[in-house]
């Protein structure tokens, strides 16, 4: 069966650098939700996109930004990167709003 | 606001062994409750997802039960291996709203050979 695909699986960036994570759902699932998980820490929700419109967002630090395209797969771009952003990010995708199956995640460094 | 807690936060126990996860949430309108399993460094993987209207899963030797009026979850490992060394992390959906995870502390589980 079709999962979760994430892009790139690791990324390595320099303070105050530019990345963009990649998510592309389960076929046929509408929303997506964005995580993000510290060295040591719990999940914790960022942006979620229903039929391709913002439906909730979390902590999420006005330096990043997201959006969910007409495909369907979603897209996290974080500017001005900061050691602390460095986490593993997970995106998972749900089929009208049920159960959430998340993707390997990416893994951000920043140095 | 929601808050998930579980405990104990670690375990270690012999092979063989049963054991209980707990889970607890503060605020009993979710929509439903998912067990995940976390190895180091790795990505989630969604062991038992129960709906607000059931009152237990079942999948192998893992058993989750929700009692949603208590706000509480319990996930039950039958003869422990240490292949099920892991983090276990609960999380509810938040009603009402857009169905985001609010995850719990997690346990560390360390099961010796």
């Known amino acids: 069966a079709a999962g979760v695909i994430q892009s790139p699986r690791h990324l390595i960036k320099e303070k105050r650098e530019t990345a963009t994570l990649k998510c592309y759902p389960i076929?046929?699932?509408?929303?997506v939700y964005w995580y993000q998980q510290g060295p040591g820490q719990d999940p914790q929700f960022l942006i979620s996109?229903?039929?391709?419109?913002?439906?909730d967002k979390g902590s999420i630090p006005d330096r990043f930004s997201a959006q969910q395209f007409s495909d369907y797969h979603s897209e996290l771009n974080m500017s001005s990167l900061e050691l602390g952003d460095s986490a593993l990010y997970f995106c998972?995708?749900?089929?009208?709003?049920?159960?959430?199956?998340f993707g390997p995640g990416t893994r951000l460094t920043v140095l | 606001k929601q808050e998930v807690t579980q405990i104990p936060a670690a375990l270690s126990v012999p092979e063989g062994e049963n054991l209980v996860l707990n889970c607890s949430f503060t605020?009993?309108?979710?929509?439903?409750l998912q067990w995940f399993r976390q190895d180091p460094g790795k990505g989630l993987t969604s062991l038992l997802l129960i709906q607000s209207s059931q009152r237990e899963q079942t999948s192998g030797r893992l058993n989750a039960s929700l009692d949603k009026s208590s706000g509480r979850s319990t996930l039950y490992i039958a003869a422990s291996q240490p292949g099920d060394s892991a983090t276990y992390l609960c999380a509810v959906n938040v009603l009402p709203g857009t169905y985001k995870y609010i995850f719990g502390t997690g346990t560390r589980l360390k099961v010796l050979a």
């Open positions: 998972a995708s749900s089929p009208q709003r049920a159960e959430q199956f």
């Open positions: 996109f229903y039929e391709k419109m913002q439906s």
């Open positions: 605020d009993s309108a979710i929509y439903n």
């Open positions: 076929p046929r699932h509408d929303t």
